[in-house]
């Protein structure tokens, strides 16, 4: 990995969705590793962006708000940059049945509209598009690996296969180097808390730190692979700094499947705070899930020498601690907990 940091050290890099979860966690890295680091962010309420992610680094970086949807922002922005980490998104999969035209215009249009921008702007960019395990959909087997269909059960897993299918021919097709990284269940500091249409494991963590109850559907005995926020910015690192990915889309997942009853456990000893109720499945809820899932992420190892490295206990601990010396920053006093 130490080649691929010394990549980074004067790189122009972008990321779409800088602001954000993800995005900001990975920032952190590039500007560690002395990048020059453009973010962009369109900052749209309840989809996660929050200035306070880069508290500390505000005269490190530069922040453009705008919207992934604009062409001819997108079309200035891209054009001197080295590396374009493209994490913008919608990734509530709930909001994508609701609301499927929002979800159809940023996960889908938007994608094409970047890489048309690199297309003919800047065609020697690097792009690393963030993709979801949610693709897949209900799986024939486990652990899940690249070969098994992609079968989305939702629309938000229609449009971001559509997005990573853009990504790769655009790789393919008109040379625009690309691949995408198939995510699971990442979790850790800087993650939206304040509702939970975005993945439950930041939910819980908010319910556990409060000390309130965490409502598990069904029996807790669903299988989940959870991956650190810091592992899944390191694999970004390395997929942008090797074109030995290009045109792929790999697994990144975590190390240990865990169920979610062990997964409430963990927590709630980590926080020293939280109870667990177990309930029966929202009907809403019932009709999207995908059952248990785990990921094989052995292509993506064995192309970059990643390694999910930080374990959920340690995760958990970590991520607990950020949010109770910053609990004010992602949760308004007055906010209710619906």
């Known amino acids: 990995m130490s080649d691929a940091r010394d990549f980074y050290r004067h790189r122009k890099v972008m990321i779409t969705g800088g602001l954000g979860f993800i995005g900001s966690n990975l ?56 590396v374009i980490f493209n994490l913008a998104g919608q990734v509530s999969h709930i909001d994508s049945m609701r609301d499927p035209e929002t979800d159809l215009d940023i996960n889908c249009r938007s994608q094409l509209g970047l890489l048309e921008a690199c297309r003919r702007h800047n065609p020697d960019a690097k792009v690393v598009y963030a993709s979801t395990r949610q693709i897949y959909g209900r799986p024939d087997r486990l652990p899940v690996d690249e070969s098994q269909l992609v079968r989305p059960t939702d629309i938000n897993g229609i449009n971001k296969a559509a997005g990573e299918q853009y990504h790769l021919v655009y790789n393919n097709v008109f040379g625009v180097r690309a691949c995408s990284l198939r ?7 800087r993650q939206l808390i304040r509702h939970n249409r975005q993945g439950f494991i930041g939910w819980f963590i908010r319910l556990a730190l409060e000390n309130r109850e965490i409502q598990v559907y069904g029996d ?30 790999l697994n990144v997942g975590g190390h240990e499947p865990t169920s979610h009853k062990d997964l409430v456990e963990t927590l709630i000893a980590a926080a020293g705070s939280g109870r667990v109720r177990y309930v029966p499945w929202p009907e809403e809820a019932k009709k999207i899930d995908i059952g248990s899932f785990f990921s094989d992420s052995t292509r993506f190892q064995k192309a970059t020498g990643w390694r999910s490295t930080v374990s959920l206990k ?10 109770r010396a910053h609990h004010d920053k992602y949760v308004d006093d007055e906010e209710s907990l619906t």
Not at 314 to 323: K, P, R
């Open 27 to 82: 920032a952190r890295h590039l500007v560690d590793l002395g990048a020059d680091v453009l973010l962009v962010d369109s900052l749209i309420p309840d989809y996660g962006g929050n200035l306070f992610n880069i508290d500390g680094l505000e005269h490190t970086l530069r922040v453009n708000v705008a919207d992934v949807r604009q062409a001819t922002t997108m079309n200035y922005l891209v054009r001197d940059r080295e």
């Open 183 to 189: 995510l699971t269940n990442v979790y850790g500091p």
């Open 220 to 249: 807790g005995s669903q299988v989940r692979d959870f991956v650190h926020v810091d592992d899944v910015a390191d694999a970004f690192l390395r997929a942008g700094a090797t074109d030995t990915v290009n045109g792929l889309a």
């Open 314 to 323: 340690e995760g958990l601990t970590q991520t607990l601690a950020f949010y």
